[in-house]
Nanobody, 112 residues
Framework: QVQLVESGGGLVQAGGSLRLSCAAS????????MGWYRQAPGLQRELVAT???????NYQYSVKGRFTISRDSAKNTVYLQMNSLKPEDTAVYYC??????WGQGTQVTVSS
């Protein structure tokens, strides 16, 4: 099991940017894929982006071109750079690592 701690959420106006960070510990960082999910009130948790150990990325269609996931092995950290934010991006964002580790979540609120 790996421990995950997110940071970087907050309140931003539409069109603004935020960067989420997720620090991992407890297992060799280079051995697992990671990603970000989000859950808005009343909705199911959904995939936002993932990144493999080799750096291959995958994005939900609605965030392509606006969000960028990256990882820094020296810092055992994965990032989610979110640009051109929209009110519909408002959700709790969760960090995830294979096979089934989750962070506590960080709130992102985008005002119109």
């Amino acid at each position: 099991q790996v421990q995950l701690v997110e940071s970087g959420g907050g309140l931003v106006q539409a069109g603004g940017s935020l960067r989420l960070s997720c620090a991992a510990s407890g297992r060799a960082f280079s051995m697992f894929s990671m990603g970000w999910y989000r859950q808005a009130p009343g909705l199911q948790r959904e995939l936002v982006a993932t990144i493999t150990v080799t750096g291959s990325t995958n994005y939900q269609y609605s965030v392509k071109g606006r969000f960028t996931i990256s990882r820094d092995s020296a810092k055992n950290t994965v990032y989610l750079q979110m640009n051109s934010l929209k009110p519909e991006d408002t959700a709790v964002y969760y960090c995830w690592a294979t096979p089934n580790s989750w962070g506590q979540g960080t709130q992102v609120t985008v005002s119109s």
